[in-house]
């Protein structure tokens, strides 16, 4: 049975090792995994950086450089975001997909929890076959406090940049090391580590699970589209994002859209106006705000089932 809140370790080693019919070198390698993530939970939890620092996401795959020749939407609005939450305090960084090499998910952890690993595995970092999600990308979200999503709508939806970008993020969340770090997709030993995670882990205790690093942090959606699809591309980034643990604070999303009336040719005076350029104004003011609440309240731990991802 799992931990769940018990604040102990309920098995002894030998206990462990009958259950999981593994030796004592493997049961220390789990058990190293778990220290090593209990420690990265505190160390996260701990820091405070002297200045907020807020990472915009652009799933935007236009700019006026390439074949559409005409600036981003949705990210001149993050643009205006951003500079906004700069105004306010904060340190500030655009991150144009576009412009990075991000290889699609592999759904590793369809076939076990600990079969999809942080950093990526499947592209890992600083190799031949690495990405700019694992050499860069995933650092600058872990370094980040706030994280604004923005995307166009396409076909009633997000973003495929933002789609496959999201969908590596899984590694984030709750992913750790890989059990063998010269065989890593070992399938008969990673589904023996998540059962130990499942017997081992504690709601209580930050880490001695999987660990969900984008818990804490907060965020923005901004969408711009042309019709009914802006409702559907928030629902499900909000679903998502949620589900990885980052808080949304009050009205901390928008979109922006013309009228289904005009013609597309006849948004951008409309969308990029004074009207939402306000609105990205407020979203910029009350996601500082909840990440000011949320530095003056160390005690904040947000729950989750540990055993489980």
């Not at 004592?24 to 907020?52: H, Q």
């Not at 592999?106 to 990526?120: D, G, K, P, R, V």
Request: proline fraction near 4%; charge should be neutral; glycine fraction near 4%.
């Amino acid at each position: 049975m799992a931990l769940k809140n018990n604040a102990k370790l309920k098995y002894s080693d030998e206990e462990l090792m009958a259950k999981l019919a593994i030796d004592a070198d493997t049961l220390k390698r789990f058990k190293e995994i778990r220290e090593a993530t209990m420690k990265e939970a505190a160390g996260r939890l701990n820091s405070r950086n002297k200045k907020i620092k807020v990472l915009g996401i652009s799933g935007s795959a236009r700019d006026e450089l390439g074949m559409a020749q005409e600036k981003s939407n949705s990210e001149e609005l993050l643009n205006k975001c951003l500079e906004y939450c700069q105004v306010l305090g904060a340190e500030i960084e655009l991150l144009p997909l576009r412009r990075y090499d991000i290889k699609p998910c592999q759904a590793c952890y369809s076939t076990a929890n600990t079969h999809c690993h942080f950093y990526c595995s499947c592209y890992p970092k600083d190799t031949p076959q690495s990405d700019d999600m694992s050499n860069i990308i995933y650092d600058k979200i872990l370094a980040a406090d706030i994280i604004i999503f923005a995307t166009p709508v396409n076909n009633f939806k997000i973003s495929s940049l933002l789609a496959t970008f999201i969908d590596r993020c899984i590694s984030l969340d709750g992913s750790l090391p890989p059990a063998n770090l010269k065989t890593p997709k070992d399938k008969a030993l990673n589904i023996t580590h998540t059962k130990f995670v499942e017997m081992t882990a504690s709601n209580d205790i930050p880490g001695s699970g999987f660990l969900r690093r984008f818990s804490g942090k907060v965020a923005g959606i901004i969408v711009t589209g042309h019709e009914e699809g802006a409702a559907l591309a928030i629902s499900s980034l909000f679903m998502t994002l949620n589900h990885f643990g980052m808080l949304f604070p009050p009205f901390s999303n928008m979109y922006a859209m013309s009228s289904v009336c005009l013609s597309t040719y006849q948004d951008k005076p409309l969308v990029v106006s004074n009207c939402y350029s306000e609105e990205v104004k407020l979203l910029a003011e009350n996601l500082m705000t909840a990440t000011e609440l949320l530095r003056h309240n160390k005690k904040i731990n947000w729950k989750t089932e540990a055993s489980a991802n």
